[in-house]
Each structure stands twice: as structure tokens, then as C-alpha cells.
């Protein structure tokens, strides 16, 4: 149930720079979701790199977690949702740099900066929403996102998750679950080098949910 929203215009005064304005979401709470979307963006980058939300105080978008961060395959397209947990009042919320970004950086000698990304993004707060780990969601599938220093772990969790999705979208028990996700999912693993752990993601076809 959406239970607020927010909308945000920002410009990005440098393609090469992380975003560093934390955003306070008006109305979310612990335990609440945050569906963000990227409605408009400047033609020059491609997406949004990787956004996450205050979990003890502190920025970390090069740490990858619950709180999302530098999970590598959450970028955000126009198109797509990005779902992360709320941990403290207000959300903060921080926005990764843009990536793709098409045409070659000028400097500008009096702003000291290259060009501006502009970025339009809206922000709903869910509450009853069954989400512990990111999820990026489009029109074809749901990926599940789950980070641990063990990638065995990681894979469970996020396995978890999918069955816990399926149960609740199709009405299922856990054993028509898994039949339903092992029909038809994609398993794969990102880490980066100086990261403590990997980031495993399912990919859920949303076809499959279509053929019950």
C-alpha cells in the first residue's frame, strides 16, 4: 500500500561525481519500503548508478548490503523500480553517479565542473510491503538482490526471497513455489575488486507468474 510520495528534480553538477545530497523522504519510516523511480534523464548518461539509504547514520554507496549501495547489477533505468528498506526516519536516500554517459566531459573553467546530468526521480513509501533485500523489478522480471561475504549465503538469501515473492503473488504453497522458480530463473554473481562481498541476483521472469 503506497502511503506517500515524493518527487525530486536534481541536477548533477559533475558526471564523474557521486551524487553526495542525501534526500529525506517526508513521512518514511523504519520498516516501510521505497519504490524509486527514475521518470526522466538527461540524454547524455544511461541510468543511475547505485542508490541506497542511511542504515546507521553514515553514506556508504561503495558498500553493498540491505541498505543497497554498490550492488552491481541495481542501476537505475528509466523504466524500472528500485525497492530498498527503509532503516531510519526519513529514508536518506542517496543516489549513485550517472553511468553510460555518452559524450566525452567538458570542463568548465569558471564552475570548475563538467556538464550537468539532469535527473527526475519519484519516490513512493510502501508499508505492508514483504521486502527485507533491494529488488529491482521492470515490465519483463523481478531481480532479487542479496549481499554476503559468503556467495553460498548470499544465493540462499536471495533464493529465500523469491519463493517468499512467489508465495504471496501466486497464492502458493513453498513446494509449487520452487517448482515455479526453478522453471525458469536466471543465477548470477558480481563482486568487484576492494569489495568485501558478492552480490548475488535472481532474475524472476514475470511470464512465469503468467502461466498459472
Same mark, same amino acid.
Given at each position: ?11 548533477? #553538477?559533475?558526471? %564523474? ?14 520498516? %516501510? ?10 540524454? !547524455?548518461?544511461?541510468?543511475? $548508478? ?6 546507521? $547514520? ?31 526516519? $526519513? ?6 553517479? #550517472?553511468? $553510460? ?16 546530468? !539532469? ?73 568487484? #575488486?576492494?569489495? #568485501? ?16
Amino acid at each position: 500500500m503506497v502511503q506517500g510520495n515524493a518527487s525530486f528534480k536534481l541536477l548533477i #553538477p559533475d558526471a %564523474d561525481r557521486q551524487l553526495s545530497e542525501t534526500l529525506t523522504i517526508p513521512g518514511a519510516e523504519p520498516g %516501510d519500503i521505497l519504490e524509486i523511480r527514475v521518470n526522466n534523464l538527461s540524454p !547524455e548518461a544511461s541510468a543511475l $548508478g547505485y542508490a541506497s539509504v542511511l542504515s546507521d $547514520g553514515q553514506v556508504r554507496p561503495l558498500l553493498a548490503g540491505n541498505h543497497g549501495g554498490c550492488l552491481l547489477p541495481a542501476l537505475l533505468y528509466p523504466g524500472n523500480s528500485l525497492y530498498l528498506p527503509v532503516f531510519l526516519p $526519513g529514508g536518506g536516500l542517496s543516489l549513485g553517479k #550517472p553511468v $553510460g554517459v555518452q559524450r566525452k566531459p567538458v570542463f568548465n573553467a569558471k564552475t570548475g565542473t563538467g556538464p550537468q546530468i !539532469e535527473v527526475e526521480i519519484e519516490v513512493n513509501i510502501l508499508e505492508d510491503f514483504p521486502l527485507q533485500r533491494p529488488r529491482l523489478e521492470n515490465r519483463f522480471s523481478w531481480s532479487f538482490l542479496s549481499c554476503h561475504s559468503r556467495p553460498s549465503q548470499a544465493l540462499n538469501l536471495a533464493w529465500q526471497d523469491v519463493l517468499t515473492h512467489l508465495q504471496s503473488t501466486c497464492f502458493c504453497s513453498r513446494e509449487k513455489a520452487r517448482a515455479l522458480a526453478a522453471t525458469g530463473v536466471q543465477v548470477s554473481f558480481y563482486s568487484a #575488486p576492494g569489495l #568485501p562481498a558478492t552480490t548475488t541476483c535472481i532474475c524472476l521472469p514475470k511470464s512465469i507468474v503468467r502461466q498459472l
